[in-house]
């Protein structure tokens, strides 16, 4: 069956600090993933998403994440944190032909001004 | 656009009553999905439709129902509302091509409190 673990619950980093969050999956065949941002009262937004092609992918308000295979892996990274990054972020995994989502726990980003 | 949109953005219902909350979309999308928002749980897939006239159970689709009617409105009741389906629930839309990378649109959300 599909899974997906954030294993962080919550993050706090210092505004202008690196940021990398982990996303873990467990799926057979080459799995879609993405990554949304959720900020506070809000609806779901998609920051990007693999479907195929270059592992690194590059997505909106300056994030990036890589797909690495082996390790099972699509984490989110950003070189350089803004305050209004604070939120909390999903990674999502869709199996090939089901349009249907499997939803990490998420991880809350909490940035230090 | 207005993209998708939920109606209400509140409700407080008493154990026992019943509602129905709505989703519209208008992108043309095929696919239309319902999903509550717990703390520590993520996203859970109530009930999801391919489309018009067609719906599908989730994840967790006890305790309520759906309809698709119409392709662009998908409604999500609750025939007798319980404490545990307090949540906060997304409505979702996709569209079926290649192209769109299974990509899914959100709407905003409904707070719901059964008391």
């Known amino acids: 069956a599909q899974s997906v673990t954030q294993p962080d619950i919550h993050i706090t980093v210092s505004e202008g600090a690196s940021l990398e969050l982990r996303c873990n999956y467990s799926?057979?065949?080459?799995?879609?993933l993405f990554w949304y941002v959720q900020s506070p009262g809000q609806g779901l937004q998609l920051l990007l998403k693999y479907f195929s092609g270059d592992t690194l992918v590059q997505g909106i308000k300056g994030f990036e994440a890589e797909f690495k295979r082996s390790q099972s892996s699509f984490n989110l990274r950003k070189p350089s944190v803004h305050w209004s990054d604070a939120a909390e972020y999903f990674c999502?995994?869709?199996?090939?032909?089901?349009?249907?989502?499997?939803f990490g726990t998420g991880t809350r980003l909490k940035v230090l001004a | 656009n207005a993209g998708v949109t939920q109606t209400p953005k509140f409700r407080v219902l008493k154990t026992g009553q019943s509602m129905t909350l709505l989703c519209a979309q208008d992108?043309?999308?095929?696919?239309m999905y319902w999903y509550r928002q717990d703390p520590g749980m993520g996203l859970r897939l109530i009930h999801y439709?391919?489309?018009?006239?067609?719906?599908a159970k989730g994840e967790v689709p006890d305790g309520y129902n759906v309809s698709r009617l119409k392709k662009q409105n998908f409604l999500l009741g609750l025939e007798s509302a319980a404490p545990s389906q307090t949540s906060v629930y997304f409505c979702?839309?996709?569209?079926?091509?290649?192209?769109?990378?299974?990509?899914?649109?959100f709407g905003p959300g409904t707070r719901l409190t059964v008391t």
């Open positions: 979702a839309s996709a569209r079926t091509s290649v192209s769109s990378s299974y990509e899914q649109y």
């Open positions: 439709s391919v489309g018009e006239g067609t719906t």
């Open positions: 992108m043309n999308h095929e696919y």
């Open positions: 999502a995994v869709a199996a090939s032909g089901t349009y249907k989502y499997i």
């Open positions: 799926y057979g065949a080459t799995p879609y």
